[in-house]
């Protein structure tokens, strides 16, 4: 998947992939000791590489949340359904539109299109269904996972998305080499991550956003590496590395 | 061959002989349509009685009945019931004080007219009925009792449906006394029929799927079979039971001709925790078998309860006893086992004080519900029983409904179940509609315990509360009963309207409803074009089936007739709107408080009744009789057409048998509007939202 960060304060927006492998859960975000909430997502591959000269890709297939207040729920979501898990279990199809309000959380489903799961008013998270109907072999239905609201995580949130979200970043220009022309570091947590300028689709490609990104799955941008973000299963609620 | 006793019990047969006895039943999404065909011979050479009888379903309505005798036509019309006419007339015997007592389990349809000698009478009768889908599935019987061996035997039974067919089972003959048509709520409990086939003794029904959304079903026992079976003609009913595929979305949504009908029945949601106070009829005519029945079955409901239930039991005879005064309990070990000794001495005596049963029960739920152990969410019940009419205390069924309202404060349902002769049904009934409870009856000769279970089984599983089902505002017009206290597991919600814009390309639904402490919203835009070529589809092979089913029937009524199956099925929808329309209307006049609101009730049912042919308790069947000479012959007739223009049709009674829908007159308009001002409006179109949310995200291509 592609991951884009935005930093508001720094007016900076930042993009690295991590691929992964197909069955891996990757953390997304992790503020289960403050805020309650943790939201991994499950890696699939597509049956085949685009090209031959690229890479198999992977997608998420699905994106699970685990909440704990007022009591621990667990959400589910597919391109195809969501199950809702808490005291009980709600299962909805994606196909028409749902909402489940519970007063601390809801799901609200807009019919084959997203997935928005608000918890306690002020976190809120948007998966977007991506469902192809005539699928090349490298395309799988898959979900986009996008950060609504995030102003009920702590300062203490981790993940591969959750721990930029209260960060700031500086970008630096290194004086260029003979020939070659100056290249950019972007500053984060001390550390200095050199990044290329590039733009991505967002939204169901509705929208570009021009960013900062980083290589190599991210190194050195995110805390450890991308490795260390893989749990070992989809309702692992354990703190960031 | 022919075995010699079977051959003496027909040449005894002083009766005319039925030659033949084709039934074809064709359900189109849960909407059963039914022909019944006889050919009556009489074999002698003076005129004799033909008697055609056959049982039809409790919620069933018979639209049209036909006699050809002596090549004459003797076409049915279905006429305002105050109207007596002195021809013979063709309503079911059971209905004949049906106008004040609720429907009973089923219903014969009874018929005779003189046979002349050596001759051939032929009898068609058709009934419609939308099947109702209780325990999770959806049931259809048909009777096999002709009362005699039939030369030629046959039942057909397609089902043609929108969402695949799951579950499909058809039972063993069901024999004996003339039992309920899935009134009972109990399952008897037979094996599924492995790969089709039945394991009744019958070896002859046969299960072929013919395509993914088409199943036939066809039984048709030689004579000799049949006498194995019963040498009366006594056979039993017919059972089919199956489901259809089903999730948690919207449900099923049909569209034909300017109709739509909403099948709602969701699925994967988790029970609501239930209140429930049983109220138990201890009198002294309990004693014998219903006591121990009903114990029997209480014992098996207190298994059933569940974690989050509260429950507690008043049984009534003179004397009212609540086990746990002033308070419900929760569903612990300890509770259910001083609940069972509770039950276990419960001795039969004394009279049947039904107000002060239900003042007590409704007393300890309004005090529960206002207490502090109360989950406002949680759905609140009474399930009553009694076997007699009220014999103690308030005696009078008005003040004891009116009674029951003020205590009930619509904060809770009733459930009302009468068991055998001495109950008053229609109280009873009452009672249950105006406390949004549902009402039972279970005969004097039924296995009461299974029954009572299987009602409990139905009302057990609350899965959602409150339901309101809300359509495009100025889109639809007429909708049926929209607003529903609870919904519970194995039931199906069924709504039915106009449209009024038939171009229109979408049409939005929103169904709103509680689950414990959720509420659940569930909408989506339903693509009407879609949908009404999909339904087309589905009735272009409910006619082909019932092409197939009418050509089968006896070609003589055919060539008379032409299908009318056929051009029912075309209008099904709204047929079903009809349908239920009818049976809302009964169902409101029962319930008025006044005699202004029950004429309005009553004449919109009526009228709806006469536009769609039904024969309903307002209405009744009348069809000429021939006349037959002492000699046999027919006597000369002065048309041979039905005497349809014998009388002017009052002057509120639509025409009767017309293609189009008919203009509603000025009362149903205003009274369907105003229910159509109280129900929401959905103005709200969800589409596809646009939202403003942060650029932080990790997704795909």
Partial sequence: PHFVVEFPLSKLTVCFNINGEPGHVLRLVSDHKYSGVTVNGKLIGASAPPGSHKQQRTYFSTITIVADHPKRSYIEVTPTKVILDGRDRIVLPCHSSVTVDSGMLSVAIVQNSNVTVTVGGNISFIILLHQYKNPAPYQRNHLGFYIGNSKGLSRNCHGLLGQFLSEEVGLAELPAEAGTKPSQVLKVKNRSVPVVRKSRRIYSGTQHVDCWFARNNAAKLIDGEYEDYVTSHMFDTGDGP | ?701
């Fill in chain 2, 1 to 701: 061959r022919v075995p010699r006793q079977v051959k003496t019990i027909l040449v005894k047969e002083t009766k005319p002989h039925i030659e033949e006895l084709s039934i074809r039943t064709t359900i189109l999404s849960r909407y059963a349509f039914t022909a019944v065909y006889c050919a009556m011979l009489n074999r002698h050479s003076a005129a004799a009685e033909g008697l055609f009888q056959f049982q039809i379903p409790a919620g069933a309505y018979v639209s049209n009945f036909t006699m050809i005798i002596g090549g004459r036509v003797y076409q049915s019309e279905v006429r305002l019931k105050e109207k007596r006419v002195k021809q013979g007339n063709g309503k079911p015997k059971n209905k004949e004080s049906s106008d004040t007592s609720p429907e009973p389990e089923g219903e014969l349809f009874k018929m005779t007219a003189n046979i002349p000698g050596r001759n051939r009478a032929f009898f068609l009768l058709m009934y419609e009925e939308l099947l109702q889908r209780r325990l999770g599935r959806y049931e259809h019987v048909t009777s096999l009792r002709p009362t005699q061996l039939v030369s030629r035997l046959s039942l057909d039974v397609t089902i043609i449906d929108h969402s695949p067919v799951t579950d499909l089972e058809v039972l063993p003959l069901r024999n004996g006394k003339i039992s309920g048509t899935g009134n009972s709520g109990a399952r008897p409990n037979t094996p599924k029929t492995p790969g089709g086939r039945t394991k009744s003794e019958v070896p002859v029904t046969t299960v072929i799927k013919n395509e993914k959304t088409v199943w036939k079903i066809t039984f048709s026992p030689n004579i000799v079979q049949q006498a194995k079976i019963s040498t009366s003609g006594i056979l039993g009913d017919f059972v089919i039971r199956y489901d259809v595929q089903r999730d948690m979305g919207i449900g099923d949504i049909q569209v034909l001709n300017g109709h739509f009908v909403h099948f709602f029945a969701p699925k994967d949601l988790p029970a609501v925790p239930k209140n429930v106070v049983f109220v138990i009829d201890s009198s002294a005519s309990m004693l014998g078998t219903k006591m121990r029945q009903t114990k029997d079955a209480l014992f098996t409901i207190l298994k059933d309860l569940r974690p989050g239930d509260n429950f507690n039991f008043i049984s009534f005879s003179n004397r009212i006893k609540v086990w746990q005064p002033n308070r419900l309990v929760p569903v612990t070990p300890l509770n259910i086992r001083d609940a069972k000794k509770f039950i276990f001495t419960l001795i039969p005596n004394g009279g049947t004080n039904i107000d002060g049963a239900i003042q007590s029960g409704s007393s300890l739920l309004r005090e529960y519900l206002s207490g502090p152990d109360s989950s406002p969410n949680s759905v609140t019940l009474i399930i009553f029983l009694t076997d007699g009419r009220p014999t103690v205390g308030e005696l009078q069924s008005t003040s004891i409904l009116g009674n029951t309202r003020s205590a009930v404060q619509e904060k809770f349902c009733i459930f009302t179940i009468g068991m055998g002769n001495d109950v008053d049904y229609r109280l009873l009934e009452r009672m249950a509609l105006e406390n949004c409870g549902m009402m039972r009856r279970i005969s004097e000769e039924a296995d009461a315990s299974a029954m009572l279970k299987g009602f409990y089984d139905e009302i057990g599983t609350p899965l959602l509360s409150d339901i309101r089902v809300n359509y495009t505002e100025d889109s639809v017009d007429y909708v049926t009963q929209n607003l529903f206290t609870n919904y519970f597991n194995g039931s199906e919600l069924v709504i039915a309207g106009k449209l009024t814009n038939r171009s229109a390309e979408s049409l939005h639904v929103q169904v709103t409803a509680s689950n414990n402490d959720r509420n659940i919203i569930l909408e989506t835009d339903v693509p009407l074009r879609r949908l009404q070529i999909e339904t087309e589809k589905h009735v272009k092979a409910a006619s082909a089936a019932m092409a197939v089913g009418a050509k089968a029937l006896g070609s003589g009524v055919m060539q008379v007739l032409g299908n009318p199956l056929s051009s029912i099925a075309e209008d099904f929808v709204e047929r079903v709107w009809g349908f239920l329309s009818v049976k809302e209307g009964l169902r409101s006049r029962l319930r008025s408080q006044t005699s202004k609101e029950r004429e309005q009730h009553t004449q919109l049912a009526t009228n709806l009744s006469l536009n769609y042919h039904f024969l309903t308790p307002l209405t009744n069947m009348v069809v000429e009789k021939p006349e037959v000479l002492l000699d046999g012959r027919m006597a000369p007739a002065p048309t041979i057409a039905p005497a349809a223009d014998e009388a002017a049709p009052p002057l509120n009674e639509l025409p009767g048998n017309t293609d189009k829908p008919q203009k509603l007159d000025g009362n149903m308009r205003r009274q369907s509007s105003s229910q159509s001002n109280k129900i929401g409006k959905v103005e709200r179109k969800p589409a596809k939202k646009s939202f403003t949310i942060s650029k932080t995200s990790a997704d795909g291509d």
